[in-house]
């Protein structure tokens, strides 16, 4: 069905398509740096830089893991990207727009679910050439206001594309009847 075609959803197509790459982007730019490796290490394991030595081994292994993580969330954004291509287009109801918002939803829901894992696992990355007894695992499962928060929303988007999709769905059958 076509409405009102969105100006701003023009231009918001191209510019969240370039947010999903700058975030890949700027994940492999910090764990390529020297300079600023330390800091994200820290940021996703939750170990302290004392205990591990940063080698181009380990370093690439953190970004291996984070990338899993940073990738999801770039598919959620090249899946915004297509929303907005469509509102551009003006296109505002149709089957596929419940789908988009679930597939934006469940990326929401796997970035934040994917936190303890990613920690975890670059924990182990940061620390497995230390000597057995000194190698370690870091898992938190505490969520700060901003993990709650991608968590709930895509939780929330999930069931909005459930409801767009029914409501579709009550509108094409309720359109054959007349």
Same mark, same amino acid.
């Given at each position: 069905? =076509?409405?009102?075609? %969105?100006?701003?959803?023009?231009? =918001? ?6 947010? !999903? ?52 969330? %770039? ?14 287009? !003006? ?44 190698? =370690? ?23 909005? !594309? ?17």
């Amino acid at each position: 069905m =076509m409405l009102y075609k %969105s100006p701003i959803s023009l231009w =918001m197509s191209p510019i969240t398509k370039l947010l !999903g790459v700058a975030l890949i982007f700027v994940n492999t730019l910090f764990w390529f740096m020297p300079d600023l490796a330390h800091s994200v290490a820290i940021m996703y394991s939750g170990i302290d830089a004392s205990h591990y030595t940063l080698t181009p081994s380990n370093r690439f292994l953190g970004w291996l893991i984070s990338s899993l993580q940073v990738s999801v969330l %770039s598919y959620g954004f090249f899946t915004v990207a297509s929303i907005f291509q469509d509102f551009a287009n !003006g296109i505002w109801f149709a089957d596929s727009f419940s789908n988009k918002i679930k597939r934006f939803g469940i990326s929401l829901l796997i970035f934040s679910l994917l936190s303890p894992v990613v920690q975890a696992l670059t924990g182990l990355a940061l620390t497995y050439s230390n000597p057995v007894t000194q190698r =370690m695992i870091s898992i938190s499962f505490e969520i700060d206001g901003k993990g709650m928060i991608i968590l709930l929303v895509g939780i929330l988007l999930i069931f909005i !594309g459930k409801v767009i999709a029914e409501a579709t769905r009550l509108a094409d059958e309720n359109s054959q009847i007349i």
